[in-house]
């Protein structure tokens, strides 16, 4: 699958004028017991966790645990989701391809 980057206007940390930064994003599915909703992903190879308004995860019916960390609360039993994909990033292009590995259970066998 691959998937162009998104363009956005932020502004530079040093002047404030504004800049364009390019976001490796994919659009997902989140599916819960009451319902499903669209959204927009930031893919971030640094990031510990997995995280979203809670609001969402509410919605849908997902249940949430508290963490024991700084405030946030975790939801699904999963604190990641890369380790499902081979990710492999085109700075040069904008683009991000992820291919689904054998860790996806959809796709082959669960750790």
């Given at each position: 699958?691959?998937?162009?980057?998104t363009?956005i206007?932020?502004?530079?940390?040093?002047?404030?004028?504004?800049?364009?930064?390019f976001?490796?994003?994919?659009?997902?599915?989140?599916?819960?017991?009451?319902?499903?909703?669209?959204?927009?992903?930031?893919?971030?190879?640094?990031?510990?966790?997995?995280?979203?308004?809670?609001?969402?995860?509410?919605?849908?019916?997902?249940?949430?645990?508290?963490g024991?960390?700084?405030?946030?609360?975790?939801?699904?039993?999963?604190?990641?989701?890369?380790?499902?994909?081979t990710?492999?990033?085109?700075?040069?292009?904008?683009?991000?391809?992820?291919?689904?590995?054998?860790?996806?259970?959809?796709?082959?066998?669960?750790?």
């Open positions: 699958m691959r998937f162009d980057y363009a206007i932020s502004s530079a940390p040093d002047t404030g004028e504004p800049v364009v930064i976001r490796p994003e994919v659009r997902l599915v989140v599916r819960g017991p009451n319902g499903s909703g669209d959204f927009v992903a930031l893919v971030d190879t640094g990031a510990d966790n997995t995280i979203m308004p809670d609001t969402i995860a509410r919605d849908l019916g997902i249940p949430l645990v508290a024991k960390g700084p405030m946030a609360k975790a939801f699904g039993g999963h604190e990641g989701c890369l380790e499902y994909f990710a492999t990033f085109f700075g040069e292009e904008c683009v991000l391809d992820l291919e689904p590995n054998g860790y996806l259970p959809e796709f082959g066998s669960a750790r």
